[in-house]
């Protein structure tokens, strides 16, 4: 019972702290934006080459606007010593990291599934391939999540952890990259892009299953 | 109740210190010593299960504290040389959510209560990150108000950046807590008298 | 005598009671300038030759365009004269202008895009011209996120200031990227020391709009720079005394 | 004199500061070199494809490197007091922040331009491009540090300022980015790369003779 | 020869003080007192130009502090909340860099008397980072020992989480300032006896 409240309360505790900095939540998203709407500005304006590279590049500035927001997942709790108190608290650390990763998401990850297709028409992307895109993001990107929060975990209190932890992740990213532009791709190209989902979905029910409990244990060692 | 038995911690290439021990009963206020350095924070550390000794044993009534886990913490409360709250809630909310995550009870009332009786009236609704230094002490040690089922308390200086009224009020409450049976372990560099009836002093380093 | 005018309605307390009575006056010209405009651009300008009924969207367009960039500079004249001289109510001018200012460059944006579709066979061209535009937005945005991530408001209006005058250097780049890049985007047809390219009724209506939103913009303005008053000095004497007769009528 | 001396030794600790982390200046590195890296996997192995849009997946990786480098710049100093020292002290505020800019960008921009070439030739791309990239960059990624600096002071201390500061600086990145990618796309495509690269020059010069006074400002802003 | 005058200092929407003054000539020691949170940081940030008075002034020599700029900074001598030094670095090395931005003149030598001077003997080339609490106070307080000339120092709870010889220590390289002509302002809420001929006290708040 304990243990429910508690993660109820982390859940809302860290969606108030969002709120209370608004900037907060608007920024990961706009960063998003900006990283997408770059590439045509470096690649140049042909619609046929960015039809092409759409689902890549979508898909790259997603992970990297989740691999930046890591930052602030555990860093401010550790910073003011809140995260020596939950590891001192009576409830299963797991649970909690869990907890702090929902907040994470529903701020960072959600926003991003929710404005791509707007950005996706910005590539001349088809109606099909907005839909896929969207769904491949919204499995994709709790993914993301539950293993940056391992990663974040274990650079806790490194200087330089920010990019540290990008190169813990991102080796572990690859794989949610290549089948969730896959998908976006097969969409797009019309080979159907099921088996991309459910991979994608593979992964999140694995990662669901043991990130928060190998995070946890990660920011025990982080604490010593 | 709380022992430690031949506790040696080394810390990088330093050992500071070796064979440390000590049993404490319920109602009992351990005051650990030393200079800068000795190895205070570590010690306490050391208690919570936050640092691995490098050798010797903690035993909570008589069990090791890394095999008790959840058991053991519900019993503890540690305050260390940060306030653990975050800048952007008031004092209150703060309070709340310490208190949740500490598997108690709290409500808006009793929180605030506990806030105004630590010298905070009209700050409860600040975010905290505009008080002043002891104040950020204040409602760090707040939360104390709801400790009183927690048998342990492990205070690394909480008289800190507090001033004088503050700090005899803080060393009121641990006296109360020591007599009605609870176990404190506190370091403090400054002199300040909490009036128990049972106390030890441990002495680290060569003061 | 004028220098003294000026110190007079610099103060916030001299100031909000004036914009008041200006408001009223604003809106009424931005109403009346609109239904001239629109009837000009509707009913009196002619059906274009090239470009067919569609390119009456440019009594929308050109004007925001102009406004966004000219607001962007007003914004940021406000902002550096708060800087300079610690000036309470310039600062607070420049907070009220941002969000209009944004409002107008997505406009220009938005309508821009909705010609472009017909015109270039595409919503979006990555066009020196549009391109810069889109930095506009995200400068105007970015001096807002700041200014909200700030709670002191001095250090907001302060921070605000410096960025907002670093990013001037972009206005003059949406102005003459027509010039410096061959692009798609129409060149500049009116302009002080050539004669209009374009038809007088057409250059009329869209002359009368922006004047519109002209008008709007300072009205829309002012009414938020009232609110960012209030909100600031609500601790001051004379806002708690305008309180007081408030809750008197 | 004395200011001279305090320049040096500002540039001196920094390295060193940076040496003992070495961790820090690798990763930067090690981030840009994934960014790049991971494009192929996302968009797909058609080297036609990849050439062209080559130059500018490297400069958006550059630029994207640089961005998140900032975090650096000046956090940690701002965390333990010593910037608030810097700013009491009795030398010119500018002089020290250029300072601190000479040897960020000594340690994570310069690395970018040496490894350009390397990621380049996975793209396929021509020798005079390889070398015009690393022209291009040499002269640009000072400036992302220079414009960087600014965005990086006045979002000191704010929370979620690191991705603030993306937000802020982004916009002013984007000129850099089109004359950089531009440059080695007409190096690509033999139109000559000279107009872009003196474009990127006059960049350079203007920030190099604004940013560090208007980051000084920001920086006592942000300290009260 | 410090001068304060009308400051009045106004957090969020706190007015935390107003109308306050002091003249202090040479060799003053000025001791700020007041409970948690009555603004005794904010005014000594003020002094050191890091905060703007809301309204007031403060000279320096008969001139204001904001146009001397560079001049009077070179002139002060500030100890914050924070220690200012860098985790990553040495002791020695952090007193060299800090000496050298102050635009002093240390040595190696004279770091290392520094620093043993102030009880870090055998800590000297340790990152600080792995410094107890007191120990890196040490470090950010042993400036002082290359500060002699600064005819200004403003010292923010320097005694914080020092044992009591270091205490004493600190103490008496003040007096000694102060006795040879320097002007400190000092916060403290612990009761330590800093041994001068000319002191005032300045009360903030309603203790
Ligand atoms: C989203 C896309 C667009 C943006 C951001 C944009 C931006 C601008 C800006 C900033 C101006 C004012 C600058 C000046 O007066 O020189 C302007 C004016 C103008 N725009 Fe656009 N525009 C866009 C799309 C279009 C399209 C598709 C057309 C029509 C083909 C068009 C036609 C014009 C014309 C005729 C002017 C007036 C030029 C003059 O007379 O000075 N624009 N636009
Ligand atoms: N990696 C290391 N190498 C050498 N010494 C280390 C290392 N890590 C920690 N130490 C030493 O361990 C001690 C830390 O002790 P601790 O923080 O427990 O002291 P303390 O008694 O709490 O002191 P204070 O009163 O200053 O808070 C310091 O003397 C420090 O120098
Ligand atoms: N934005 C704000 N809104 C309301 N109050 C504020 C704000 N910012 C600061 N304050 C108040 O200003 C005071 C800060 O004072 P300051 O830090 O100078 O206190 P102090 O005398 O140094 O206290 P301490 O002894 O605890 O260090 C606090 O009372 C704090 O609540
Ligand atoms: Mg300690
Ligand atoms: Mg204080």
């Known amino acids: ?224 | 109740m709380l022992e430690a038995v031949n506790l040696e911690c080394v810390r990088g290439e330093r050992r500071l210190f070796r064979d440390v021990g000590f049993a404490l009963a319920e109602g009992t206020l351990l005051e650990v010593v030393g200079p800068n350095g000795s190895g205070k924070t570590s010690l306490l550390r050391m208690v919570c299960g936050l640092l691995m000794p490098a050798a010797g044993e903690i035993l909570w009534r008589g069990q090791g504290i890394r095999r008790l886990a959840e058991e053991y913490r519900g019993q503890l409360t540690y305050l260390g040389h940060h306030n653990a709250i975050k800048d952007d809630l008031s004092g209150v909310e703060n309070l709340l959510f310490s208190e949740t995550m500490a598997g108690g009870e709290a409500t808006q009332k009793s929180a605030r209560e506990a806030l105004s009786r630590f010298g905070l009236a009209g700050f409860e609704d600040l975010p905290t990150r505009v008080l002043s230094q002891g104040q950020k002490r204040r409602v760090g040690l707040a939360r104390l108000a709801f400790r009183a089922r927690c048998r342990l308390w492990v205070l690394d200086e909480p008289f800190v950046a507090l001033d004088v009224k503050a700090v005899r009020m803080i060393a009121d409450l641990v006296a109360n807590q020591v007599d009605s049976g609870g176990i404190v372990l506190l370091t403090t560099h400054q002199e300040v008298d909490v009036p128990v009836r049972n106390r030890q002093t441990l002495r680290l380093g060569h003061a | 005598m004028a220098k003294l005018n000026w110190f007079y309605f610099a103060a916030p307390n001299t100031f909000y009671p004036l914009a008041g009575k200006m408001i009223p006056w604003f809106t009424a010209a931005a109403l009346g300038l609109a239904a001239i405009g629109l009837y000009i651009g509707f009913f009196v300008a002619p059906t274009d030759f090239q470009q067919g009924e569609g390119y009456r969207i440019i009594f929308v367009h050109v004007p925001t365009a102009w406004m966004s960039m000219f607001l962007y500079v007003v914004m940021a004249f406000w902002a550096a004269i708060g800087l300079a001289f610690n000036t309470r109510l310039s600062s607070m001018m420049a907070q009220a202008i941002a969000p209009t200012g944004a409002l107008m460059t997505f406009l220009a944006l938005w309508t821009g895009s909705l010609w472009g579709k017909p015109m270039w066979g595409a919503w979006w061209v990555w066009d020196a011209r549009l391109t810069s535009e889109l930095i506009l937005l995200f400068l105007y945005i970015g001096f807002m996120a700041l200014q909200a991530s700030i709670d002191d408001p001095r250090r907001a209006d302060r921070a605000g200031a410096v960025l907002a005058i670093v990013g001037v250097i972009n206005v003059p780049i949406i102005y003459f990227s027509v010039q410096w890049w061959n692009t798609l985007h129409q060149g500049a047809s009116v302009s002080i020391t050539r004669s209009p390219s374009m038809a007088t009724t057409m250059l009329w209506g869209m002359l009368v709009m922006a004047l519109a939103f002209w008008m709007y913009s300072i009205a829309v303005v002012l009414v938020r720079v009232r609110a960012i008053i209030l909100e600031r000095e609500r601790n001051t004497d004379w806002v708690r005394d305008l309180k007081a007769r408030g809750a008197a009528k």
Do not use: C
Not at chain 1, 68 to 78: E, I, P, T, V
Not at chain 1, 106 to 121: E, K
Not at chain 1, 190 to 212: D, E
């Open chain 1, 1 to 224: 019972m304990g243990s429910v409240d508690a993660f109820k309360a982390l859940v809302r505790r860290d969606l108030l702290l969002a709120m209370r900095r608004r900037a907060d939540v608007l920024t990961t998203l706009i960063f998003f934006v900006i990283v997408v709407s770059l590439f045509p500005l470096g690649v140049g304006p042909e619609l046929e080459t960015l039809r092409e590279i759409a689902p890549g590049v979508v898909w790259v500035a997603a992970l990297l606007a989740s691999m930046l927001a890591l930052g602030r997942l555990f860093s401010s709790d550790y910073a003011d010593g809140t995260l020596e108190q939950m590891v001192l608290a009576p409830q299963p650390l797991g649970l909690l990291v869990g907890a702090k990763i929902v907040a994470h998401w529903l701020v960072s990850g959600l926003p991003l599934v929710l404005i791509a297709p707007v950005l996706g028409i910005q590539y001349d992307m088809s109606w099909e391939a907005l839909g896929i895109l969207m769904l491949s993001l919204a499995i994709g990107t709790p993914v993301l999540g539950l293993i940056g929060a391992v990663g974040a975990a274990l650079t806790l209190g490194l200087r330089g952890g920010g990019v540290l932890v990008s190169l813990l992740v991102l080796p572990l990213y690859i794989p949610v990259l290549i089948f969730g532009a896959g998908a976006v791709d097969a969409a797009a190209t019309g080979t159907g892009a099921g088996a991309h989902l459910s991979l994608l979905g593979a992964f999140l029910a694995v990662s669901l299953f043991f990130a928060p409990w190998a995070a946890a244990l990660g920011l025990r060692i982080s604490l010593e």
